[in-house]
């Protein structure tokens, strides 16, 4: 079977690095940019099969990033991850269609396993993914 | 200040310090004693009470005097007055910027501190990735264990501190039994009259027949609308227009339409414009769209803007109605 493809997006390097890493290491093929140019230039070239979206970007924010990538790829599933725990924010992760969403900082062992799950099993729908929420975990 | 205490403010023999531009010598004598000038027309004019001195607070009202005479001389004069808008929205603008460098202090000092949410979480990751490279005997495991619960234990106090910082300003304020979107946006609009008029700007309301009642404080509704209205007059060059519209969809929400037709938003700027610190104003804190859209965020209400350069911008404020 064809690797699973990852697209990270977060302004963080070694963020950025640390995960690309951890996935890598999870057997997926691994994307990354920094910035809303670049990652669509790699959902165009790359088609990946789900983004990483870091909520609070330089140039735009995750959420409008995440729009702007579906209208490319429309199948493209989403993960976000952000520093902040704010619940306007997961409300609106969610009615965008995101499969979960994870404060920094998180586990990265679960947080790759929880990608392994949605590689398998072709979660789609919103609702069966994971949301975090004032530290704990909503399922 | 009841109106008791304004009449007797004009009253001459109670008069207090006054810095009136009415006393000049082209005046009518109306009384020799004491003495009580006027001159005719419409002027602003400035009272200090004497019971106010201490905390010299001066009020400005717009006066407008007509002599009255006949053959025989002055029979005495008529006069109205009303506390000037202008005065009125200095102050509300005044409370504005205190609260405003409150805010910005506050979300300084929260975004710093959030900012090191990052490295934690990188060097979180990459111990985690080292732990996983150690034999389960080696000792340099359980060390990697006690730094990755050490930097747990500093995220637990980064957020301590971050709900503690939380801004209290912006905080709902207390319910009471609504507030009418049409008279509050009258109330605001007679408070730019002036400014209006020195920038030539016409200001057109449209409001929906029912009155549209939303559980929004009063007090706020009425900082978020002169944070609009002041945008688009900073906005606009002399002669444009301002056209203000409320009303209700589906009878579960309330609009107010802001329509300018000012310089307008730069397509990349428009998804900055409620970043905090985000401004394109040179004397702009870059707090007083982001304050709103919080304040609105707090109602369960929304704000959205469509905006085209060169041509104006529409700021598109939506509440939950409680009737209309």
């Known amino acids: ?139 | 200040m009841g109106d008791e205490r304004r009449h007797s403010a004009m009253n001459s023999s109670k008069l207090g310090k006054c810095n009136c531009d009415y006393f000049t010598q082209n005046t009518y004598t109306i009384r020799q004693d004491p003495p009580l000038y006027v001159r005719e027309g419409s002027h602003r004019i400035l009272i200090g009470y004497e019971d106010d001195e201490a905390s010299s607070n001066a009020y400005a009202y717009d006066v407008d005097f007509s002599v009255i005479e006949d053959a025989t001389g002055i029979l005495g004069c008529f006069a109205t007055y009303e506390e000037a808008m202008e005065a009125k929205l200095q102050e509300l603008q005044k409370k504005k910027a205190q609260n405003e460098s409150i805010i910005a202090e506050k979300q300084m000092a929260a975004s710093y501190i959030h900012e090191i949410k990052n490295p934690i979480f990188s060097i979180r990751g990459f111990l985690q990735i080292l732990h996983q490279s150690f034999n389960e005997d080696d000792k340099r495991k359980e060390y990697v264990n006690i730094i990755i619960s050490e930097l747990d234990r500093m995220n637990s106090l980064i957020n301590e501190f971050l709900s503690k910082y939380k801004d209290d300003s912006l905080v709902k304020g207390e319910g009471e039994d609504g507030t009418s979107v049409q008279k509050t946006i009258e109330e605001v609009v007679a408070f730019f009259q002036y400014g209006f008029k020195l920038k030539n700007i016409t200001c057109k309301c449209d409001f929906s027949n029912d009155e549209l009642i939303v559980m929004v404080d009063k007090e706020q509704l009425i900082q978020i609308l002169i944070n609009l209205i002041q945008n688009s007059i900073e906005a606009m060059k002399t002669g444009a227009n301002l056209s203000i519209k409320a009303y209700a969809k589906d009878k579960t929400m309330c609009i107010v339409e802001i329509k300018d037709e000012g310089i307008g938003i730069r397509q990349d700027d428009i998804n900055k414009v409620f970043n905090p610190f985000f401004s394109t104003k040179e004397n702009g804190t870059g707090l007083g769209l982001y304050i709103t859209k919080k304040i609105i965020n707090n109602y369960g209400g929304s704000i959205y803007l469509e905006s085209t350069e060169g041509k104006g911008t529409t700021f598109y404020l939506e509440f939950p109605l409680i009737s209309c």
């Open chain 1, 1 to 139: 079977m064809q690797s699973y493809k990852v697209l990270i997006v977060d302004d963080e390097y070694w963020v950025k690095i640390m995960l690309q890493e951890v996935l890598i290491n999870s057997g997926f093929t691994v994307f990354t940019a920094s910035d809303h140019v670049e990652a669509v230039e790699v959902v165009k070239n790359d088609q990946p099969d789900i983004v990483i979206l870091d909520v609070n970007l330089l140039d735009i924010d995750g959420i409008s990033l995440l729009s702007r990538l579906k209208s490319i790829k429309s199948d493209i599933k989403a993960v976000f991850i952000s520093g902040s725990s704010d619940a306007g924010c997961i409300e609106m992760a969610k009615a965008h269609g995101a499969l979960g969403f994870f404060i920094k900082p998180f586990d990265i062992l679960e947080f790759a396993t929880f990608l392994i799950e949605i590689s398998t099993s072709g979660m789609t729908s919103r609702g069966e993914g994971k949301w975090e929420m004032n530290g704990g975990t909503v399922q």
